[in-house]
């Protein structure tokens, strides 16, 4: 059993930086990431990665601003988030699989942990 903590969330304005952070208990997985909802819709890719099959994809919305990194001996990812925009407000949600094959890492329904999440909010 894997339990996720999630922290760093908060409240910034337009163009500034939030690091979050999530540490795993338990069992380590190859595959960790960081997906986000906003009300109505369905929970989306940020950023996943994964150990064992050295990949790493950001969605297209966050490319070039965000960057995730992982501490395996800690086993936690981190989220740090520079030049935020009003559209990246959400709930962060952080994510970690064992066992998930690389095709199925990109989209959240395939993910078997899950952590609490942590609001992001972005004011204009």
């Known amino acids: 059993q894997v339990q996720l903590v999630e922290s760093g969330g908060g409240l910034v304005q337009a163009g500034g930086s939030l690091r979050l952070s999530c540490v795993a208990s338990?069992?380590?997985?190859?595959?960790m990431g960081w997906f986000r909802q906003t009300p109505g819709k369905e929970r989306e890719l940020v950023a996943v990665?994964?150990?064992?099959?050295?990949?790493?994809r950001y969605s297209d919305s966050v490319k070039g601003r965000f960057t995730i990194s992982r501490d395996y001996a800690k086993n936690a990812v981190y989220l740090q988030m520079n030049s935020l925009k009003p559209e990246d407000t959400g709930v962060y949600y952080c994510?970690?699989?064992?066992?998930?094959?690389?095709?199925?890492?990109?989209?959240?329904?395939?993910?078997?942990?899950w952590g609490q999440g942590t609001q992001v909010t972005v004011s204009s």
């Open positions: 994510a970690a699989d064992p066992t998930i094959i690389l095709s199925s890492m990109f989209d959240a329904r395939n993910y078997k942990y």
């Open positions: 338990g069992s380590s997985s190859h595959a």
């Open positions: 990665h994964s150990r064992s099959r050295g990949v790493t």
